[in-house]
């Protein structure tokens, strides 16, 4: 065969310059499209260049074990419901660290220098990390699991402790010291497990409400053990080190503005077991009314102006459709529409955005907290689907576990109707002041349903 | 590895970290699922990783490993691209609705 080896490197350059200039375009709404479509032709050319690697065998290896992953990623994507995003991104980060944890593991196995070893054993942690972690995130939003955050006695300790000791054995692994009895083999799986286990341990604690920051912090990690894992061939692949290194910055920056929007630490996110915990002692004033869908029909129909806030509960009953419906008659009454978009709304950063998106509610209607929270004092009726932390007055409450959260304003409005499904708790599982205020009525049932009956009540005016 | 190259991996890092940091940091949170999604999309690069250290591998264990890397690189790639796309079509399509739009 003609050695076309001298085509990788030309190529891989190419596709960096190309994944950046595909990044750039995604970040402005009119050209975000042709963006992700010029990053896929760059990689689909990137991986069949590969394959002209010098001294590659196990082709159809390789060959089988790209069609079985791939088909498997394309018929999931392809299947999945929008309101599943979340978790489905949390899956494919998943995979990827996953991915460079079976990399690191190949070279752990083979020859290697005490560089390529060192970046190897770092990329690895991180992947196995990601990996396992994001596979307890996906479970949590999937519902296979609780999302509650689930806690026990001495819990930061034991997480320390493996991870003490993940480190300790890949330091071990590094070595190889010859006075230890257990042999070198015997550490690389060793290694191995308890990096998936910190990764399984770090993420139980962490509460659904959270979901947004951790699946963008394990976009973060999987970039991060990607680009390091760039370094552990013996000839460095420099297209994985750069890559992997800008969605490792792009998904920390990412990670720090949804942390900041919830005006807390990361550190607290990971380590505060947020929403475990009961509130007790508060005594909230007033009591929770509830209202039929007519009379909240009637409220919105004389309107002038109404600002719906849709939250997970939105998603999780599909009813954005529904809300497009209820959006189009108010405005055929001339009613002024907008949405209060939360940054941390949902379960993933910009979820309602995608949501009211694919209902077809174009995003000048949708409004950033900071756009609208003045505009809150002079709306005549609030909407709030399905959403509750992002709305709960006591983020102004000192020594209220949600104090200091921006929220939305929304108790300023003349009149709140919320949507919900019962009567539980957000999942912080604190107490919503905002349902006992004088200006708020509950209309509790299916957001889908409710929204439908809400539309025909409308019409018949 | 030399300490030149040492020294040459720091740089190309610091470059890289960078460049994720600007082009990123402008981003309007509309796009905050796109962008996530779409990186998601770019460490799939894993992938060629993941080819070449099957294509080297040289023992069982090396080769099921391997193997496994690259199916789940593959998963990545194909899965984060799809994702990627269909949100963005439909704020493409959302847009394209007659009457609104900037």
């Keep these: 065969m003609v050695d076309l080896s001298y085509l990788i490197d030309p190529v891989y350059i190419a596709t960096i310059i190309i994944f950046i200039i595909g990044l750039q375009r995604m970040s402005h709404p009119l050209t975000a499209r042709s963006g992700i479509v010029w990053a896929g032709a760059a990689m689909l050319i990137a991986t069949l260049v590969t394959f002209l690697t010098p001294e590659l065998t196990n082709f159809a290896l390789i060959a089988i074990?790209?069609?079985?992953?791939?088909?498997?990623?394309?018929?999931?994507?392809?299947?999945?419901?929008?309101?599943?995003?979340?978790?489905?991104?949390?899956?494919?980060?998943?995979?990827?660290?996953?991915?460079?944890?079976?990399?690191?593991?190949?070279?752990?196995?083979g020859t290697t220098t005490p560089a390529t070893s060192t970046l190897a054993v770092i990329g690895g942690l991180i992947g196995a990390v990601s990996f396992s972690g994001s596979m307890i995130a996906f479970m949590k939003l999937q519902g296979w699991m609780r999302p509650r955050p689930i806690t026990f006695p001495?819990?930061?300790?034991?997480?320390?402790?493996?991870?003490a000791l993940a480190a300790l054995s890949g330091i071990l692994l590094l070595w190889q010291p010859s006075f230890l009895p257990v042999a070198f083999s015997a550490y690389l799986p060793l290694f191995f497990v308890l990096s998936l286990a910190f990764g399984i341990l770090m993420t139980l604690p962490i509460g659904g409400a959270d979901m947004p920051v951790v699946i963008s912090m394990y976009n973060a990690f999987t970039g991060l053990a990607v680009g390091l894992d760039g370094f552990s061939f013996a000839t460095p692949n420099y297209a994985m080190v750069i890559a992997g290194i800008i969605v490792g910055a792009a998904g920390t920056l990412l990670t720090v503005l949804m942390a900041r929007a919830m005006n807390r630490s990361i550190a607290n996110i990971l380590f505060?077991?947020?929403?475990?915990?009961?509130?007790?002692?508060?005594?909230?004033?007033?009591?929770?009314?509830?209202?039929?869908?007519?009379?909240?029909?009637?409220?919105?129909?004389?309107?002038?102006?109404?600002?719906?806030?849709?939250g997970y509960g939105m998603a999780v009953a599909q009813a954005q459709q529904k809300v497009k419906e209820l959006m189009d008659q108010l405005e055929s009454r001339n009613v002024t529409v907008k949405f209060a978009i939360h940054p941390?709304?949902?379960?993933?950063p910009g979820h309602m955005n995608v949501l009211l998106a694919e209902a077809g509610i174009s995003y000048d209607h949708l409004f950033d907290r900071d756009e609208i929270n003045q505009e809150f004092p002079g709306t005549d009726v609030v909407l709030v689907i399905g959403a509750n932390d992002v709305v709960n007055p006591a983020a102004h409450r000192e020594g209220s576990p949600l104090f200091g959260m921006p929220i939305l304003d929304v108790e300023q409005a003349?009149?709140?109707?919320?949507?919900?499904?019962?009567?539980?708790?957000?999942?912080?599982?604190?107490?919503?002041d905002l349902f006992y205020r004088d200006n708020t009525r509950m209309l509790y049932g299916d957001a889908k349903e409710t929204l439908g009956e809400l539309v025909q009540a409308i019409k018949r005016l | 590895m030399e300490l030149s190259l040492f020294w040459t991996a720091v740089y190309i890092v610091i470059l890289a970290a960078f460049t994720g940091y600007v082009v990123i940091s402008r981003v309007p949170v509309i796009l905050h699922t796109p962008l996530m999604s779409g990186s998601n999309f770019i460490h799939g690069i894993v992938l060629i990783g993941a080819m070449v250290?099957?294509?080297?591998?040289?023992?069982p264990g090396q080769q099921i490993i391997g193997f496994i890397a690259v199916v789940l690189g593959a998963a990545n790639v194909t899965g984060g691209y799809v994702i990627t796309e269909r949100i963005l079509q439909m704020f493409d399509s959302s847009r394209k609705k007659p009457g609104k739009g900037d």
């Design chain 1, 414 to 432: 003349r009149n709140v109707i919320v949507l919900k499904r019962g009567q539980g708790r957000g999942f912080s599982g604190i107490e919503n």
């Design chain 1, 344 to 348: 941390v709304a949902g379960r993933m």
């Design chain 1, 272 to 310: 505060g077991a947020f929403g475990a915990t009961e509130e007790t002692a508060v005594e909230i004033q007033g009591s929770i009314k509830s209202i039929e869908a007519d009379d909240v029909a009637a409220m919105l129909a004389y309107a002038n102006s109404v600002v719906i806030v849709p």
């Design chain 1, 65 to 109: 074990a790209i069609v079985i992953g791939g088909g498997l990623g394309y018929i999931a994507a392809k299947r999945v419901a929008m309101t599943d995003m979340p978790q489905m991104v949390a899956i494919y980060n998943g995979m990827g660290g996953g991915a460079a944890a079976g990399i690191a593991a190949v070279h752990l196995l």
């Design chain 1, 154 to 163: 001495g819990q930061q300790v034991v997480n320390m402790a493996v991870l």
């Design chain 2, 53 to 59: 250290a099957l294509g080297l591998a040289t023992t």
